[in-house]
Nanobody, 119 residues
Framework: QVQLVESGGGLVQSGGSLRLSCAAS????????MGWYRQAPGKQRELVAR???????NFADSVKGRFTISRDNAKNAVYLQMNSLKPEDTAVYYC?????????????WGQGTQVTVSS
């Protein structure tokens, strides 16, 4: 059984910062891409940022220059540092990881953590 557990969400004023953390646990053989997605009310879930096992990163245009993503492979963890937050960043943020279990790879999701940015 593999689980992704997120932490670090909350309420912050516009211009503030938050750091999200996500740790994977369970029967993990390997972890490929790890990333963060978000879903605002009435909108589709969208990619925020992702990072490969080798450290290659991709960001949504809306967060470039404000958010950074990093991972600690030894801890099976991924982090999202969010700076200069805007009200439009308000959403539920989900951690995602492509995890090898035996000879197969599966996509796992965390339970989500609320980020609210007040104006």
């Amino acid at each position: 059984q593999v689980q992704l557990v997120e932490s670090g969400g909350g309420l912050v004023q516009s211009g503030g910062s938050l750091r999200l953390s996500c740790a994977a646990s369970g029967s993990i053989f390997s972890i490929n891409v790890m990333g963060w997605y978000r879903q605002a009310p009435g909108k589709q879930r969208e990619l925020v940022a992702r990072i490969t096992s080798g450290g290659t990163t991709n960001f949504a245009d809306s967060v470039k220059g404000r958010f950074t993503i990093s991972r600690d492979n030894a801890k099976n963890a991924v982090y999202l540092q969010m700076n200069s937050l805007k009200p439009e960043d308000t959403a539920v943020y989900y951690c995602n990881a492509g995890i090898g279990v035996g000879i197969y790879e599966y996509s796992y999701w965390g339970q989500g953590t609320q980020v609210t940015v007040s104006s």
